[in-house]
């Protein structure tokens, strides 16, 4: 039998990573729940590098805060979701809804790969962050105790991390859902590229943080800075794995003067 090529094997393993079938929704109604929004951004590329767990990527990225609404912080700002160790709190009450700038990156779901993956890349990132006077925080889909397990297992600091089981900022953002984003975007091949860090991150993974809501893996994430209510900067993942570079949201916060 002629052996496969290394390349190809590697393929194989970080799609056994990203994709694990026992996360595939079980779907009784016979209609697959594949959605395609139609992203309304301008489209923009950046050809500088720096050293980073998610660097900038080659493909080009959407990304822009015009496609959502002026007062996009008011309207999410009475969100209730949860603190890691399962107390509710308001999106508002996250960071400072005057001055304060932050980042907020949404991952898909706390079970996912990919998302340990960027998980530890935010980690790893959290001490510069911090020196700008940028507020790093990270929300999953998931309940608190499946935010737990990550931030232990991982680790993640609990501080930074909070749930949002019923998915409502991600439903408001209007970021992409749907089996064929999820399994078949080409966007996800991004992944390949970042292969070690991301066998790295999940020397700890546990499939038992897959929200018990299986139709929750269907769910993308995305990265958002605000400064105050005003929404800077806005970028949804087109599929799994394919998340922003924290270079470029860095340089964003650095153009904005922190009271």
């Known amino acids: 039998m002629e052996a496969l090529p290394t390349d190809t094997l590697q393929s194989v393993r970080v799609r056994s990573l990203c994709f694990t079938h026992s996360q595939i929704p079980k779907l009784t ?22 050293n980073n767990a998610i660097s900038r990527p080659r493909l080009l990225v959407r990304a822009s805060a015009t496609e959502f609404p002026a007062d996009v912080g008011d309207l999410l700002g009475d969100f209730s979701i949860f603190t890691a160790a399962g107390e509710p709190v308001l999106f508002k009450d996250l960071w400072d809804q005057n001055e304060g700038v932050a980042v907020v990156a949404l991952l898909r779901h706390f079970g996912c790969p990919c998302c340990w993956e960027l998980a530890s890349a935010l980690k790893e990132s959290k001490a510069r962050f911090d020196s700008a006077g940028v507020k790093l925080i990270a929300v999953g889909v998931g309940t608190p105790n499946k935010a737990q397990i990550l931030a232990e297992r991982l680790p993640f600091p609990m501080d930074c991390l909070y749930a949002d089981p019923d998915r409502k900022v991600y439903n408001l953002l209007g970021l992409y859902y749907g089996v064929g984003r999820t399994f078949f975007n080409p966007a996800s091949a991004k992944v390949f590229s970042r292969f070690e860090a991301l066998r790295k991150a999940v020397q700890n993974y546990t499939i038992e943080a897959t929200p018990d809501d299986r139709s929750s893996v269907l769910q ?24 922003a570079s924290l270079d470029d949201v860095f340089d964003i916060c650095c153009k904005v003067p922190v009271a």
Do not use: W
């Not at 309304?40 to 500088?48: D, L, Q, V, W, Y």
């Open 29 to 50: 109604s016979g209609v697959l729940p594949i959605s395609y929004p139609k992203p309304r951004t301008p489209t923009i590329s950046s050809s500088k590098s720096r």
């Open 220 to 243: 993308q994430g995305g990265m958002f800075v605000f400064k105050g209510k005003q929404l800077l900067y806005a970028r949804k993942d087109e599929g799994t794995g394919d998340h």
